[in-house]
């Protein structure tokens, strides 16, 4: 059974940080390993895709938050981590944390949208900045 579980979301002000956990259970990480991201969705807006880390480690990054999030991941304790620092009033959504099998002929990254498509989600974590 495969589960996610978001943490760490919040209010906070304009300029402020924070740092978002997700709990991965289930997944198995045989073949060719998996394709996890972090994705958001603001009110009336479509989801859309903050960073995606490929099995090997690489990591791509949205535009938008470029030089501001950092993702990073505890492999033993099956956590991935994103710390968001330089908060705007934009980033305010909801955050998602997401992970599909890794396949070599489907791109794991941010500029790929069938990529972004993702197996199994968490349940979402709310980031407020005003």
């Known amino acids: 059974h495969v589960q996610l579980v978001e943490s760490g979301g919040g209010s906070v002000q304009v300029g402020g940080s924070l740092t978002l956990s997700c709990s991965i259970s289930?997944?198995?990480?045989?073949?060719?390993?998996?394709?996890m991201g972090w994705f958001r969705q603001a009110p009336g807006k479509s989801r859309e895709a903050v960073v995606i880390?490929?099995?090997?480690?690489?990591?791509s990054y949205a535009d938008s938050v470029v030089g501001r999030f950092t993702s990073s991941q505890d492999n033993d304790k099956n956590v991935l981590y994103l710390q968001m620092n330089s908060l705007n009033s934009e980033d305010t959504a909801t955050y998602y944390c997401?992970?599909?099998?890794?396949?070599?002929?489907?791109?794991?990254?941010?500029?790929?949208?069938?990529?972004?498509?993702?197996?199994?989600w968490g349940q979402g974590t709310q980031v407020t900045v005003s």
């Open positions: 880390i490929d099995n090997d480690g690489s990591t």
């Open positions: 997401g992970a599909r099998p890794a396949m070599s002929w489907v791109p794991c990254s941010v500029s790929s949208p069938v990529g972004q498509n993702m197996y199994y």
């Open positions: 289930g997944v198995h990480y045989g073949g060719e390993g998996n394709c």
